[in-house]
């Protein structure tokens, strides 16, 4: 929904994690493509540093 209303730097992602801070969630699991949490997307960005 975020995405849809061109928020930059905020996705559905995002919104997930502060929902669960919302809720005191002690852990948030993330389904993705990629295997990380990147700067860049890793995908378009062979040089994405992953943290």
């Known amino acids: 929904m975020l995405q ?3 928020i930059p730097f905020f996705s559905t ?3 997930a994690v502060l ?3 919302e ?3 002690d852990i ?3 389904g993705t493509k990629v295997d990380g949490i990147y ?3 890793p995908i378009k960005n ?3 540093k992953n943290f």
């Open 4 to 6: 849809a209303l061109a």
């Open 28 to 30: 948030i699991f993330k």
């Open 19 to 21: 929902r669960a801070s």
């Open 13 to 15: 992602d995002t919104a």
């Open 39 to 41: 700067d860049k997307d």
């Open 46 to 48: 062979p040089n994405a």
């Open 23 to 25: 809720m005191k969630s």
